[in-house]
């Protein structure tokens, strides 16, 4: 792999200038909405960088600083010393001078107009809020931002400060990291993995609540990567540990939080000169993603969770469900959700796609290369029977429950990030039905979630609707439907009842034997809990 500049290699002194400097010009994530406005600014986080462009025309030390750092432009050394400690920066490797010398290393500015003693970036530095609204900065390398007309690959074609297309590029920011960001449970914890850092998204999350954290990858230049995103955050530094899955912590204690965004990708063999390190696990279909879970408990304290993205198959014949839930490991509770299921062909091409396999509208190697490569991605799933894969979350919580509850399901509705506390509180739902027999269940008392909504579905004019539904409008914005009972129980559970109370009420005003709503009613009032409808809460004093 050829890559075309060092990477910086700053004191901790001088990313704290650095820092201080990019906070000065507002190179902040508002300080770019601000400048670019929402379109532009959204399309750049698809690394479409016309917009942004054309919005930095006017120049001052925030435009100079999109351009070298977001869009891959040099600027003049004047502009970059307006903006940044430049001596500094260039000495440090943030920033190199460009030649002056011969066409094809001339340095230009948008439009064709000379720049005089230029300089360009060195790396990538995408700026990045943090949960509490901090100023963050992802370093990664030039062209890598996930997405965007070329893909991964080759970022939009061939360029002198790009590296070639290869294995150990270091990607920035992308859907899926932010979404595992999200997904993550937050708490003060003594220990934390972040497996398969990359640009170190995960572990500059968990420093901020985690005492010690350890960052693995694969690739080397990811693990100085994230070094860098550490350092130019302001956060504490991690571990980093070179490795394989679980190879580097092998011989430790326990996590009581492990994170991965891994190269789930189902991609067909290849050797690892081929391999891209950042998307393809090297092994055969999903196998990645099963080690993953499967391994976690050896590693997890009791409560602990491990958290990841994943694309599992389809396969003829066989439930996902069931596929993924046998990965689970004894003594853990686990949550597995599919977002998203795509055929195999449109696997194949999205992936294609990624790896800069087309550019300007056309595929790299011609209509011929294309299709072998297409034909190879077809083949290796028509010999495992795959007909799709799906993508989603998998949770898994460390239990010394005697029954583990492990539960699969789909959906691929609009849910509201962050979800971390959706996920902590889905666990704890799970203790409770599993610690509260039906008995008990009737003494406690309920009250219905912040915003639900009831929506009765039917005919205009009918006397009775044919359909009642709950729905959240927070967190996973589920929908379930509800009988006349489920729903006039849901519709009084404010906490001051018992649900024995209640359906005792109920059946007075419907004319139902008590008793057999009693026996009759526990199963939906279950479901209502544990999809986070209803709220077990302490009686009240």
């Keep these: 792999m050829t890559h075309p500049f060092p990477l910086p290699e700053p004191t901790p002194e001088a990313a704290d200038r650095l820092r201080a400097a990019l906070l000065d010009a507002r190179f902040t994530a508002d300080g770019l909405l601000d400048l670019l406005g929402a379109p532009a600014y959204a399309a750049l986080s698809r690394s479409e960088t ?18 070298l750092f977001l869009l891959r432009q040099p600027v003049s050394a004047e502009q970059a010393y307006a903006a940044l400690p430049g001596e500094e920066a260039l000495a440090d490797g943030w920033l190199v001078r ?51 007309a ?51 998204i995960q572990a500059l999350h968990a420093a901020q609540h985690a005492a010690h954290v350890v960052a693995t ?103 996902w469900r069931d596929r993924v839930t046998s990965w689970v490991p004894p003594g853990c509770d686990a949550w597995i959700v599919q977002r998203e299921v795509q055929d195999v062909a449109q696997y194949a091409e999205l992936w294609l796609r990624d790896a800069g396999d087309h550019v300007g509208g056309e595929h790299a190697d011609g209509p011929e290369g294309y299709a072998v490569r297409y034909g190879a991605w077809l083949d290796e799933f028509e010999a495992r029977g795959t007909t799709a894969v799906g993508f989603g979350w998998i949770t898994v919580r460390a239990t010394s429950a005697e029954t583990p509850s492990v539960i699969a399901e789909e959906w691929p509705h609009p849910v509201e990030q962050p979800l971390g506390d959706v996920v902590r509180a889905h666990f704890d739902r799970q203790d409770f039905l599993r610690g509260t027999d039906d008995a008990a269940l009737l003494s406690w008392h309920f009250r219905l979630a912040d915003e639900v909504v009831q929506e009765q579905v039917g005919l205009p004019g009918a006397e009775d609707p ?58 939906q009032i279950r479901e209502l809990v544990a999809q986070g409808f209803l709220l077990p809460v302490p009686e009240p004093s």
């Design 50 to 67: 016309v917009p942004a462009s054309r919005a930095t025309r006017g120049g001052g030390p925030l435009a100079t600083l999109v351009r």
């Design 98 to 148: 460009v030649e002056q010398t011969g066409d094809e290393t001339r340095a230009r500015v948008p439009y064709g107009a000379d720049v005089p003693d230029a300089v360009r970036a060195t790396v990538d530095i995408r700026p990045y809020s943090g949960p509490a609204g901090q100023d963050w900065w992802i370093v990664s390398d030039l062209g890598r931002a996930v997405g965007g």
């Design 150 to 200: 070329a893909g991964a690959g080759r970022a939009g074609g061939p360029a002198p400060e790009l590296p070639d297309p290869g294995a150990d590029v270091v990607l920035g920011v992308g859907g899926a990291s932010t979404t595992l960001a999200g997904l993550t449970v937050r708490g003060p914890v003594a220990r934390a993995l972040d497996l398969g850092t990359g640009s170190g």
């Design 217 to 319: 990858d694969l690739n080397p230049r990811a693990l100085r990567m994230t070094r860098l995103t550490l350092a130019l955050s302001g956060a504490a530094p991690a571990d980093l540990r070179e490795g394989s899955l679980f190879e580097p912590v092998a011989d430790e204690g326990p996590f009581d939080l492990i994170v991965s965004n891994p190269p789930f990708v189902i991609s067909p063999a290849r050797g690892a000169e081929d391999r891209l390190t950042y998307r393809d696990g090297g092994m055969s279909g999903d196998d990645l993603c099963r080690t993953l879970v499967e391994r976690a408990a050896d590693h997890l304290a009791d409560g602990g969770y491990c958290q990841l993205l994943a694309n599992w198959e389809h396969r003829e014949g066989e439930d």
């Design 466 to 523: 044919e359909h009642v539904v709950l729905r959240q409008h927070r967190g996973m914005r589920r929908a379930t439907k509800v009988d006349t009972v489920g729903a006039g129980f849901a519709g009084v559970c404010d906490g001051s009842l018992p649900a024995g109370r209640i359906l005792d009420a109920i059946a007075q005003l419907l004319g139902e034997d008590p008793v057999r709503l009693r026996d009759s009613t526990p199963e």
